[in-house]
C-alpha cells in the first residue's frame, strides 16, 4: 500500500496551459507538504498545511494555489505554466514521532513545460 | 529555525565506513536531528532520527556530542546502492517548517 500517492508522475504540457497535481495519504497525517525539485537539485518546501489550514506559503508565484478539501489531500493546481515550473514536485506528509517530526515523500511528479 | 550546513559531496569506496557531519549550531532545546536519504527520480526517505548522544539502527548510526551543535550520520560497509543523497533536518513535533538544506551527495565507487 503506497503511503503518500501522487498522480500523474510525469507530465508534459505546453506553456500557458494550467494543471493539477493531485495527493493523497492514507497515514492519518495532519500536516501535508509541497516539494519542488528543480534541475539543481535543491529541494524546497512550497507549502505547508495542518488540519486543511495553510501554515506556510513559501515565496511562490500565486500561479500555484493548493487545494486541501480533507486532511487526506492536498492538490497542486497550477496556472499559466511556464518554462521554468519545470521540475520534480513532491507531495508529503508528516507526524510528531515523540517530540519530533518524520516526513514521508510520494514518488514525485516530473513536471516537463515545453 | 536552525540551519543546517553538510559538505557539498562526498566519495568512498565499496566496504568503507562513511561519516557525513551536519552543522546546526543554532540548535534549540527541543529539537531533534533527522536525516534522510534521497535516490535518484525518488522521494527522500527517513533513516536515522535522534536527540543526544548516539542512536541505531539497521541502516545507520547517529552520533550527536553533548552541545548538539552538530550531528554525524555513519553508514557502515557501504555499497555502491548507497549512492544517494543525504540530508539533515533540525526540528521539533511542532515545527512544520520542514525547510531542506542543500544536503550531501554521497558516491560509492567500486
Known amino acids: 500500500d503506497t503511503a503518500v500517492s501522487q498522480t500523474p508522475k510525469y507530465l508534459v504540457t505546453q506553456m500557458g496551459n494550467d494543471k493539477s497535481i493531485k495527493c493523497e495519504q492514507n497515514l492519518g497525517h495532519d500536516t501535508m507538504y509541497w516539494y519542488k525539485q528543480d534541475s539543481k537539485k535543491f529541494l524546497k518546501i512550497m507549502f505547508s498545511?495542518?488540519?486543511?489550514?495553510?501554515?506556510i506559503n513559501e515565496t511562490v508565484p500565486n500561479r500555484f494555489s493548493p487545494k486541501s478539501p480533507d486532511k487526506a489531500h492536498l492538490n497542486l493546481h497550477i496556472n499559466s505554466l511556464e518554462l521554468g515550473d519545470s521540475a520534480v514536485y513532491f507531495c508529503a506528509s508528516s507526524r510528531p514521532t515523540g517530540n519530533a517530526n518524520t516526513i514521508y515523500f510520494g514518488e514525485g511528479s516530473w513536471l516537463t513545460v515545453v | 529555525l536552525a540551519k543546517t550546513t553538510q559538505p557539498i559531496s562526498m566519495d568512498s569506496y565499496e566496504g568503507q565506513e562513511v561519516n557525513i557531519t551536519c552543522s546546526h549550531n543554532n540548535i534549540a532545546t527541543n529539537d531533534y536531528i533527522t536525516w534522510y536519504q534521497q535516490f535518484p527520480s525518488q522521494g527522500p526517505r527517513f533513516i536515522i532520527q535522534?536527540?543526544?548522544t548516539k542512536v541505531t539502527n539497521e541502516v545507520a548510526s547517529l552520533f550527536i556530542p553533548a552541545d548538539r551543535k552538530s550531528s554525524t550520520l555513519s553508514l557502515p560497509r557501504v555499497s555502491l546502492s548507497d549512492t544517494a543523497v543525504y540530508y539533515c533536518l533540525v526540528g521539533s513535533y511542532n515545527n512544520n517548517d520542514m525547510r531542506f538544506g542543500a544536503g550531501t551527495r554521497l558516491t560509492v565507487k567500486p
Open positions: 498545511y495542518n488540519n486543511k489550514e495553510l501554515i
Open positions: 535522534g536527540y543526544k
